[in-house]
């Protein structure tokens, strides 16, 4: 099972940039469906965006749509979110999960994803 560690958080201003990673490692990262997802504060965890495991297909969360952008270099092992315009309704923790089982297919839900990141945090201020 693959196992996954995010990076790239920190403190920027509204309307900035930040582009996180998720590393991936023990697993070839082409087998796995890739999703980023998000929690703030006393908030549940909420779906950012999906990506297939070919990188051919993706899709995005209403609040994030048309400004973040999700892409995968399975050579790197690797997952990027570029986060653009970033408001402070963003701040959360952001997770990378992976899930082996329905590579092409576009998962909405926490449950789907089989292993998760230890998070990194994402901070925008006014």
């Known amino acids: 099972q693959v196992q996954v560690v995010e990076s790239g958080g920190g403190l920027v201003q509204a309307g900035g940039s930040l582009r996180l990673s998720c590393a991936a490692s023990g697993g070839t990262l082409g087998n796995y469906a890739m999703a980023w997802f998000r929690q703030a504060p006393g908030k549940e965890r909420e779906f950012v965006v999906a990506i297939s495991g070919s990188g051919r297909y993706s899709y995005y969360g209403g609040p994030v749509k048309g400004r973040f952008t999700i892409s995968r270099d399975n050579a790197k092992n690797t997952v990027y979110l570029q986060m653009n315009n970033l408001k402070p309704e963003d701040t959360a923790v952001y997770y990378c999960?992976?899930?082996?089982?329905?590579?092409?297919?576009?998962?909405?839900?926490?449950?789907?994803?089989?292993?998760w990141g230890q998070g990194t945090q994402v901070t925008v201020s006014t």
């Open positions: 999960a992976s899930n082996a089982h329905r590579v092409e297919v576009l998962l909405t839900s926490e449950t789907d994803y089989d292993t």
